[in-house]
């Protein structure tokens, strides 16, 4: 039996065991929309394609699934680019598709036409532009192999109207034929004999732990291998929720606004253990000053991320959890305390701190959240200060239970993305904190949050300014703050009201700790506006070109 | 240092582009990029001549690999090899200038293509050092139009490089 493009599409998806989509209808989507009336799959219509491909990122990251939103030619298309190159650099896996215009107009600047394939091709790990319609089945199936395998990352397909309602024969490929990829999981043997080596030899060892760990699900074998050697362990900000954040030997976050005690326990190693991390710049600071005295292993399932920005002495290419494995079976049990005894005093020496009184204190909000929640809630962020407030303060308990935009600073990413993520676990409490500046940018999706029935807890730190700007100005520009302080905010507790949900304003620490825990008790959704203090910077924080270990306080 | 790779690529539309965005976004030169169907349809092959030392050549090597469409890399700088260009060179030649040409041409083994009242076409192939010799010789003629199709290489020997070489081993 012969069926169209469009429903051989949606039966893809349900081979995959797609449960929902989230997305945007219009003209050259249309089939495909009218083949999704006949479905099971939930279709979540967003308010902003913006919004369709952060929330199906979020999804991802809360659910480890892969991600699908949809949206239609032209403005839907590069509606949805900014969320795709989010979730590009933050590997996560998305099938996206867009809908195209007939491929007789293909090249014509005709209505709603971009050539979006073009555009995301840095951005996706691969694209295709369907010009067969008996092809897409394959297609999809490699498309969400490419997507969910080796380092994850985003996949879309451009499906032009007239392909869509071509009638095929359907029938779903078993196997994925790609001879150009082939990602590499088992570690090379002897790469790991000679880690092993390195690890047991070393004096002062430190686990440098990235969101790799996350998406390889390796976080019992890091705890494992950590115990093992007694090695602190410091995470990137995508790795933050792979380690327990209250274990003995978690060091907290590193880099630009890490903590001292792992900024100095990095630049004092004698070996760096970095487990699906890349050395990004906000961790390393000044290159030629990050662990300048260590030996460095270096465990990635993506071969390019190996000695791209620092000098290797042990690579291992695979995957992150069986590569663990293998190490654990060799490691031997490190007994000397002296270097643990030295990361303790630093510890103790500068601990992240802030002055609770006067003014309510974002850092004090999240103190609270943690405390409500034990550490175990999921919590998205959008990006600025309150996303490192939380990276500090809050202590993830589960793994993968932080959802935020690391590698491309997203703001407006929160909302939607917290939103995906409660779709995905609807039964997990779901926190947002997010700055009165993101919220602004898609706060359009309440609507969404309303209409799903998501019991989405959302906290504005609401400071009337675009905080980590304005302590950029204040750093950079000798404090001339130039547009970041916001005369006009909507009184966020009316606009909750205006979507009817619950919304609070709490101004003290008393409020805090009255009506934040009842706020998080409600059964449906609720916006919690903080009015926090302006003046209030993250801290510490390593100026531009600066080593990590010369982090200031500002 | 300069690098000549054997890039085998799916037949794929946009492939080029790929390739070509790589290496613009990531900030490698591409000296010379020829592209051309192999013996399998399926399987295009790109010569490309690119400039840098080793780390950026491993880097250029590990970014063309994290591309689906590309099958397999090699280096062919590292072995023996041979490597030829061919160019297309109008000089304007009155007609008493044509018998100088055309010796020049013999000496470089170069054909003439096209002959016009006050020009002269001429192809050569080669190495790098032969072509830019050839250019050199023709320029006090006055050259009037130049085209290079950048650099193709193949192995020495019963060694190769393409994509049946990788199934069959």
Redesign the interface.
Known sequence: MEITAAEALVKCLEKEQVEVIFGYPGGAILPVYDAFFHSTIKHVLVRHEQGAVHAADGYARATGRVGVCVATSGPGATNLVTGIANAYMDSVPLVVFTGQVPTSQVGTDSFQEVDI??IT??IT??NY?V?DASQLPRIIKSAFH?ASTGRPGPVLIDLPKDVAQTMIKFQYPRTVQ????KPNYKGHPNKIVEAARLITRAQRPVIYAGGGILNGGASEELLALAEAINAPVTNTFMGLSSFPGDHPLFLGMLGLHGTRAANLAVTNCDLLIALGARFDDRVTGKLAEFAPQAGVVHVDI???EI??NVQVHVPIVGDVKLVLKELLARVEKRNDTSWLDQIQAWKEQYPLHYDPEGKLKPQYVIEKLNEITGGNAMVATDVGQHQMWVAQYYRFKRPGSLISSGGLGTMGFGLPAAMGAQVGMPEQQVVLVVGDGGFQMTMQELATVVEQELPLKMIIMNNHTLGMVRQLQQLYCDSRYMAVNFKFLPDFEVLAKAYGIKGYTLRTNEEVDKLLPEALAQPGAVLINCIVDADENVNPTVMAGKSISEAIDC | MRHTLAVMVENNPGVLARVAGLFSRRGYNIDSLAVGRTENPEVSRMTIVVEGDQRVLEQVTKQLHKLVDVIKISDVTTERYVDRELVMIKVSATPSQRGEIMQIADIFRARIVDLGAKSITLECTGNDGKINAFEESLRSYGIKELVRTGKIAMLRGIRYTGVQAQESE
């Not at chain 1, 790609?178 to 990829?181: E, S």
């Open positions: 394939t073009g091709m840095p790990k691969h532009l010009k490419i790609l001879r150009g990829y993506d071969p390019a000695g791209k």
